[in-house]
């Protein structure tokens, strides 16, 4: 049973560019977030995802956003890269509710020079 | 609104001693509670969660985690240390809404 899957799994970029990162959740599971983890931080959250609508979102500006597609994938899109969104970027799948255990992937590292 | 703290930023014990990582969390209504580890260059892995059932908690890996509601604790121990458990440690909460918050993590490093 494949977990959550992303891609890529490394990316470099330049100040000013835009980013697509993309996101499989775990088989049975509908709900999709993603997190910035800075290095030596805990992750933030981002926004989340559920029947293809944003349902929460973090204290992120507007150049962080987000789709999902009817196959519960997803992308996070990054527009006028600064140096500051350097970060490995997690994306955790839920079948819903409170009570059940993110699963994470395995990140995508983000390195804007 | 919902917050975590870990109290210590790195944790050193000796193989075989005990493991004591220390949460505490605030939330404005009943929380769920995480303990995640996450190796390097790796995602995040569930050790454990508490969903208002037990107070104490088992995970994988003999890790486990007791919720004290009146400490607002959610300490995560394991009673002997082995050489692979050396990764960062992140407690987090899940209160209103579906987003979790997370500690700023604990580095356990373990000794021969």
């Known amino acids: 049973d494949a977990g959550v899957t992303q891609s890529p799994t490394h990316l470099i970029k330049t100040r000013g560019q835009q980013v697509t990162l993309r996101c499989s959740p775990k088989?049975?599971?509908?709900?999709v977030s993603w997190y910035q983890q800075a290095l030596g931080q805990g992750p933030q959250f981002i926004f989340q995802y559920y029947e293809e609508e944003e349902r929460q979102r973090g204290n992120f500006p507007d150049r962080f956003s987000g789709h999902q597609f009817p196959n519960y994938s997803s992308e996070l899109n990054v527009n006028a890269l600064l140096l500051g969104d350097s970060a490995l970027y997690l994306c955790?799948?839920?079948?819903?509710?409170?009570?059940?255990?993110?699963?994470f992937g395995s990140g995508t590292r983000l390195t804007v020079v | 609104a919902q917050s975590v703290t870990q109290l210590g930023s790195h944790v050193s014990v000796s193989e075989g001693a005990l493991v004591l990582l220390r949460c505490n969390y605030s939330s404005s209504v009943p929380p769920y509670l995480f303990w995640y580890v996450q190796y390097p260059n790796q995602g995040l892995q569930l050790l454990l969660k508490y969903t208002s059932a037990a107070t104490l908690v088992k995970g994988i890996n003999g890790f486990e985690a007791e919720f004290k509601k009146s400490e607002t604790s959610f300490h995560l121990t394991k009673p002997s240390a082995h050489m692979s458990d050396a990764a960062e440690y992140f407690c987090?909460?899940?209160?209103?809404?579906?987003?979790?918050?997370f500690g700023g993590g604990t580095r356990l490093m373990v000794k021969p």
């Open positions: 088989s049975g599971h509908d709900t």
């Open positions: 987090a909460v899940n209160g209103a809404g579906n987003m979790l918050t």
């Open positions: 955790a799948s839920s079948p819903g509710g409170r009570n059940y255990g993110y699963t």
